[in-house]
């Protein structure tokens, strides 16, 4: 990981996404007037920023290898427990946050839990609480909750001078925030490394004597966490709780998340190449909005064919890595 | 070197799993700065005892002793703690990571709280270059040769307080420039003081690296001897359990009848200068029909190999196969199928029968997957094809709705064969077909494959058995070190000649 090592093939697919980026970004400047402006840049952030605080935790969970189902749920949760706890039960914002906070990193780790101390598939384990999170949403109120609270207000409307006339809302400050932390996290830290080795190969950082428990539960815990502010963040924006929100969102966190880079197997990757991905997915978005006439549909198919095109480049990637590897297994046997 | 005491004393050590008792009252001793090569044939217990050692198992008697102290490592982490560490043949390290992070990772150094990756990296170039390797820290692990790798694992050792080093198979997928790099760097760690303990399968490896052997058979002590003054003859002799003087007795055996009673029925296959890389080495190989070839060597010799090669699983790079006289391509075991070839794999459980489903299906496998998934098999015939094998092979079952794993190992065994007779195979490759069944069933299964012979088949017999290989076949090509070193035909024929082939070097 060193200067040489970022131009190497581990970096390679999400400079690709950054190339795609600005591709698609310029496609639609030279198409469409005043699509080329600071402030179209920053709206990407603003309407994406409840997406990237999903995908910075569910890229450490692809890096470990696993998956998390769960995060459209429980950002729909984190919505509800927001809202009422807020408008019925007449909490504080400063109460309200933590303990919203912490339900999503309790749940979040006992999934870990699950999925580590009986060796169940994340995909099930998740799945399930996707269909927990939704349901208790449901327990919390059937109906949407909106919310009339005064620093909620404040956030959604508020705006951070960027530069000259343009701006970003908190919410930015906020997912930016989480990606500085989850690069840290990744690239600085023991458990972050550890993440690394376990999306390697599990076994082997079992047998390097590395936490490898410890990790899993935390990464899922993290997902968690992030999921719940991923709804906080959300209800700046949408200011209500509501149990239908978020639906789908698990797979455009993973979809974003594979676009930027981030192998699926495990491993590779980083939050880096997942700011691309979300640019990229937003960019898509708008470019969809600028020209008019297409359903707004349209963005799943592309980011459906943008999802299988990643694939295919990780694939090709992981051919060349591999073949890399053999190359040296010279066997006794020659011919 | 015994004046001391040793390092590591390891005292009648019991190991039991259900229903089988491992390792019955093994002793082993390690000194400082001696390789120790630990030999046995398959299932001697060789890796129970270093599992116990490394932490991985607990023993269930006798005791460990490192440094006079009694030690009884719970895991990997545990038994690296008191200086024990292992390098095993799978490279236990994460091939998506630098060099240098699989050296430290776990224990980097850091830098006000972060990972300090400048000073890793130096540190790594720094351990590796104790090994003499010079090599660029930052490559990614998957993209170094296994060698490479190899190195890389055990300097990840040696940096923590490491008192003892257990080396499992590490040569086995190295060539021999490899090896040679590989045995110098074990040399200078144990002229360092390191105490080594080294398993490998290959005879002239262990002769040249090794101080001092201790051989076990069927998880127990054979013995111990300094490498120096143990024949290699003596040594082969052993790890078979025999005694030198019972092999000038040893007579052909039934494989003379076999010999006699086989017309040939013409060429079968024929194997010109087929090898693969890591597999094993390039080899002339002819089956005629009516005849019993025996392939004989010891574990990891390269007589499974030999087999997966010829029926396709693993793809040969170099040399040619004809079938019947006319040119074959091998590429998969679908492709050996159709030109009537079928495998009985050594792996009874994982890679031959599906315990879950009924006698008959396990019987009806094979045919269905040569007719294709859309020529269904009647039920009705099905039943008369099970019915008809398990009458003719004997197998022991109430009836063929059963599920598979109720039979016994001898009667899966029958199933198998079974299973690949219904195809109508021109050639049967059985790899170690007596393994874990009875003696009865044993003898029920030679004969059977005697039968066959008489019935124009060509068959390919592998058993680390020699007595076997020799009572069923009419010839024997002995393996050794992944390589076919020699075929013995007539009164060579005996277990002294296969071991002294062995033991005689290529």
Same mark, same amino acid.
Request: charge should be positive; aromatic fraction near 8%.
């Given at each position: 990981?060193?200067?040489?090592?970022?131009?190497?093939?581990?970096?390679? &697919?999400?400079?690709?996404?950054?190339?795609?980026?600005?591709?698609?970004?310029?496609?639609?400047?030279?198409?469409?007037?005043?699509?080329?402006?600071?402030?179209?840049? *920053?709206?990407?952030?603003?309407?994406?920023?409840?997406?990237?605080?999903?995908?910075?935790?569910?890229?450490?969970?692809?890096?470990?290898?696993?998956?998390?189902?769960?995060?459209?749920?429980?950002?729909?949760?984190?919505?509800?427990?927001?809202?009422?706890?807020?408008?019925?039960?007449?909490?504080?914002?400063?109460?309200?946050?933590?303990?919203?906070?912490?339900?999503?990193?309790?749940?979040?780790?006992?999934?870990?839990?699950?999925?580590?101390?009986?060796?169940? &598939?994340?995909?099930?384990?998740?799945?399930?609480?996707?269909?927990?999170?939704?349901?208790?949403?449901?327990?919390?109120?059937?109906?949407?909750?909106?919310?009339?609270?005064?620093?909620?207000?404040?956030?959604?409307?508020?705006?951070?001078?960027?530069?000259?006339?343009?701006?970003?809302?908190?919410?930015?400050?906020?997912?930016?925030?989480?990606?500085?932390?989850?690069?840290?996290?990744?690239? @600085?830290?023991?458990?972050?490394?550890?993440?690394?080795?376990?999306?390697?190969?599990?076994?082997?950082?079992? *047998?390097?004597?590395?936490?490898?428990?410890?990790?899993?539960?935390?990464?899922?815990?993290?997902?968690?966490?992030?999921?719940?502010? @991923?709804?906080?963040?959300?209800?700046?924006?949408?200011?209500?709780?509501?149990? *239908?929100?978020?639906?789908?969102?698990?797979?455009?966190?993973?979809?974003?998340?594979?676009?930027?880079?981030?192998?699926?197997?495990?491993?590779?990757?980083?939050?880096?190449?997942?700011?691309?991905?979300?640019?990229?997915?937003?960019?898509?978005?708008?470019?969809?909005?600028?020209?008019?006439?297409?359903?707004?549909?349209?963005?799943?198919?592309?980011?459906?064919?943008?999802?299988? *095109?990643?694939?295919?480049?990780?694939?090709?990637?992981?051919?060349?890595?591999?073949?890399?590897?053999?190359?040296?297994?010279?066997?006794?046997?020659?011919? | 070197?015994?004046?001391?005491?040793?390092?590591?004393?390891?005292?009648? #050590?019991?190991?039991?799993?259900?229903?089988?008792?491992?390792?019955?009252?093994?002793?082993?001793?390690?000194?400082?700065?001696?390789?120790?090569?630990?030999?046995?044939?398959?299932?001697?217990?060789?890796?129970?005892?270093?599992?116990?050692?490394?932490?991985?198992?607990?023993?269930?008697?006798?005791?460990?002793?490192?440094?006079?102290?009694?030690? =009884?490592?719970?895991?990997?982490?545990?038994?690296?703690?008191?200086?024990?560490?292992?390098?095993?043949?799978? #490279?236990?390290?994460?091939?998506?990571?630098?060099?240098?992070?699989?050296?430290?990772?776990?224990?980097?150094?850091?830098?006000?709280?972060?990972?300090?990756?400048? %000073?890793?990296?130096?540190? /790594?170039?720094?351990?590796?270059?104790?090994?003499?390797?010079?090599?660029?820290?930052?490559?990614?692990?998957? +993209?170094? +040769?296994?060698?490479?790798?190899?190195?890389?694992?055990?300097?990840?050792?040696?940096?923590?307080?490491?008192?003892?080093?257990?080396?499992?198979?590490?040569?086995?997928?190295?060539?021999?420039?490899?090896?040679?790099?590989?045995?110098?760097?074990? =040399?200078?760690?144990?002229?360092?003081?390191?105490?080594?303990?080294?398993?490998?399968?290959?005879?002239?490896?262990?002769?040249?690296?090794?101080?001092?052997?201790?051989?076990?058979?069927?998880?127990?002590?054979?013995?111990?001897?300094?490498?120096?003054?143990?024949?290699?003859?003596?040594?082969?002799?052993?790890?078979?359990?025999?005694?030198? +003087?019972?092999?000038?007795?040893?007579?052909?055996?039934?494989?003379?009848?076999?010999?006699?009673?086989?017309?040939?029925?013409?060429?079968?296959?024929? /194997?010109?200068?087929?090898?693969?890389?890591?597999?094993?080495?390039?080899?002339?190989?002819?089956?005629?029909?009516?005849?019993? !070839?025996?392939?004989?060597?010891?574990?990891?010799?390269?007589?499974?190999?030999?087999?997966?090669?010829?029926?396709?699983?693993?793809? /040969?790079?170099?040399?040619?196969?004809?079938?019947?006289?006319?040119?074959?391509?091998?590429?998969?075991?679908?492709?050996?199928?159709?030109?009537? #070839?079928?495998?009985? +794999?050594?792996?009874?459980?994982?890679?031959?029968?599906?315990?879950?489903?009924?006698?008959?299906?396990?019987?009806?496998?094979?045919?269905?997957?040569?007719?294709?998934?859309?020529?269904?098999?009647?039920?009705?015939?099905?039943?008369? #094809? /099970?019915?008809?094998?398990?009458?003719?092979?004997?197998?022991?079952?109430?009836?063929?709705?059963?599920?598979?794993?109720?039979?016994?190992?001898?009667?899966?065994?029958?199933?198998?064969?079974?299973?690949?007779?219904?195809?109508?195979?021109? $050639?049967? $490759?059985?790899?170690?077909?007596?393994?874990?069944?009875?003696?009865?069933?044993? !003898?029920?299964?030679?004969?059977? $494959?005697?039968?066959?012979?008489?019935?124009?088949?060509?068959?390919?017999?592998?058993?680390?058995?020699?007595?076997?290989?020799?009572?069923?076949?009419?010839?024997?090509?002995?393996?050794?070190?992944?390589?076919?070193?020699?075929?013995? %035909?007539?009164?060579?024929?005996?277990?002294?000649?296969?071991?002294?082939?062995? %033991?005689?070097?290529?």
């Amino acid at each position: 990981m060193s200067r040489k090592g970022l131009i190497n093939l581990r970096s390679l &697919p999400s400079l690709v996404t950054l190339g795609l980026f600005l591709l698609m970004f310029g496609a639609g400047s030279l198409s469409f007037p005043g699509f080329f402006s600071l402030q179209n840049f *920053l709206n990407l952030f603003i309407d994406n920023a409840y997406l990237l605080v999903l995908a910075v935790g569910m890229t450490l969970v692809i890096v470990a290898g696993g998956i998390d189902l769960s995060v459209g749920s429980m950002l729909a949760l984190s919505t509800m427990l927001s809202s009422f706890l807020l408008e019925r039960a007449g909490w504080k914002p400063g109460q309200v946050i933590p303990t919203v906070l912490a339900v999503g990193l309790a749940l979040g780790a006992f999934m870990g839990y699950m999925i580590h101390a009986f060796s169940l &598939p994340p995909f099930i384990v998740t799945l399930a609480g996707l269909y927990l999170a939704r349901g208790l949403c449901y327990v919390v109120s059937i109906d949407a909750i909106g919310i009339k609270n005064e620093f909620w207000q404040g956030m959604a409307n508020a705006r951070i001078p960027a530069e000259a006339a343009n701006s970003v809302s908190p919410s930015v400050i906020i997912a930016l925030a989480v990606v500085a932390a989850g690069g840290f996290i990744l690239r @600085s830290t023991k458990f972050g490394r550890t993440i690394y080795a376990i999306g390697g190969n599990e076994q082997s950082a079992v *047998l390097m004597g590395l936490p490898v428990a410890r990790t899993k539960v935390g990464i899922y815990a993290i997902s968690g966490f992030c999921s719940a502010l @991923s709804g906080i963040v959300f209800s700046f924006y949408t200011l209500a709780g509501y149990a *239908l929100n978020g639906r789908g969102m698990e797979m455009d966190a993973i979809a974003t998340v594979v676009i930027g880079g981030t192998l699926l197997t495990g491993g590779v990757g980083g939050v880096v190449g997942t700011v691309f991905g979300v640019l990229v997915y937003g960019t898509i978005q708008v470019l969809i909005m600028f020209q008019g006439t297409l359903n707004s549909w349209w963005t799943r198919i592309a980011i459906g064919f943008l999802v299988f *095109l990643f694939c295919l480049l990780q694939r090709v990637f992981e051919a060349g890595r591999g073949k890399s590897g053999k190359d040296g297994s010279a066997g006794p046997a020659s011919c | 070197m015994s004046e001391q005491a040793p390092i590591l004393e390891m005292k009648k #050590i019991r190991k039991e799993f259900p229903g089988v008792l491992a390792l019955s009252g093994v002793d082993f001793r390690l000194w400082k700065g001696e390789v120790h090569a630990l030999m046995g044939q398959n299932g001697a217990g060789k890796s129970t005892l270093v599992k116990v050692l490394t932490g991985v198992h607990r023993h269930d008697g006798g005791e460990m002793l490192l440094e006079g102290r009694p030690i =009884r490592p719970d895991s990997p982490l545990a038994a690296q703690k008191l200086g024990i560490n292992a390098v095993y043949q799978e #490279i236990n390290l994460c091939p998506n990571l630098s060099v240098a992070e699989n050296v430290f990772i776990g224990r980097e150094p850091l830098r006000l709280g972060r990972i300090d990756w400048k %000073a890793m990296r130096e540190k /790594a170039r720094e351990v590796l270059g104790r090994l003499n390797l010079s090599v660029d820290v930052t490559r990614t692990l998957s +993209s170094c +040769s296994i060698a490479v790798q190899q190195m890389v694992a055990i300097a990840r050792v040696l940096d923590s307080a490491a008192k003892v080093l257990v080396l499992d198979e590490p040569t086995s997928s190295l060539d021999e420039r490899e090896v040679a790099q590989l045995f110098k760097v074990v =040399r200078k760690l144990r002229d360092e003081g390191m105490a080594i303990l080294f398993i490998t399968h290959f005879l002239d490896q262990t002769y040249q690296i090794a101080d001092r052997i201790t051989i076990l058979k069927n998880g127990e002590f054979v013995g111990e001897y300094e490498a120096a003054k143990l024949p290699k003859l003596e040594l082969v002799a052993k790890m078979l359990g025999k005694e030198l +003087s019972e092999f000038s007795q040893a007579s052909p055996g039934e494989g003379e009848k076999s010999r006699t009673a086989s017309v040939s029925a013409g060429e079968l296959l024929r /194997a010109r200068g087929l090898g693969r890389r890591g597999g094993v080495a390039p080899f002339d190989l002819d089956l005629d029909g009516g005849e019993v !070839l025996g392939l004989a060597g010891l574990l990891g010799s390269g007589r499974t190999e030999t087999a997966r090669l010829l029926f396709g699983i693993d793809k /040969a790079d170099c040399g040619e196969i004809s079938v019947k006289g006319k040119p074959a391509q091998i590429g998969s075991p679908r492709a050996a199928m159709a030109l009537g #070839i079928g495998f009985c +794999s050594e792996d009874r459980k994982n890679e031959g029968i599906f315990a879950e489903l009924s006698i008959r299906e396990n019987l009806i496998l094979a045919l269905q997957t040569k007719l294709g998934a859309f020529r269904f098999i009647a039920p009705k015939r099905q039943v008369e #094809i /099970a019915d008809r094998l398990i009458r003719e092979l004997g197998i022991k079952t109430p009836s063929s709705s059963g599920e598979a794993k109720q039979l016994s190992g001898g009667n899966q065994q029958k199933v198998m064969l079974a299973r690949w007779l219904a195809t109508d195979p021109g $050639i049967l $490759i059985l790899d170690e077909p007596t393994r874990g069944i009875d003696v009865g069933a044993k !003898l029920e299964i030679m004969e059977q $494959i005697l039968n066959l012979s008489r019935a124009g088949l060509g068959l390919l017999f592998i058993s680390s058995e020699f007595e076997e290989v020799l009572r069923c076949s009419g010839r024997v090509a002995v393996f050794k070190d992944k390589a076919l070193v020699a075929q013995l %035909a007539g009164p060579e024929m005996t277990e002294s000649g296969i071991m002294r082939t062995i %033991a005689g070097g290529r």
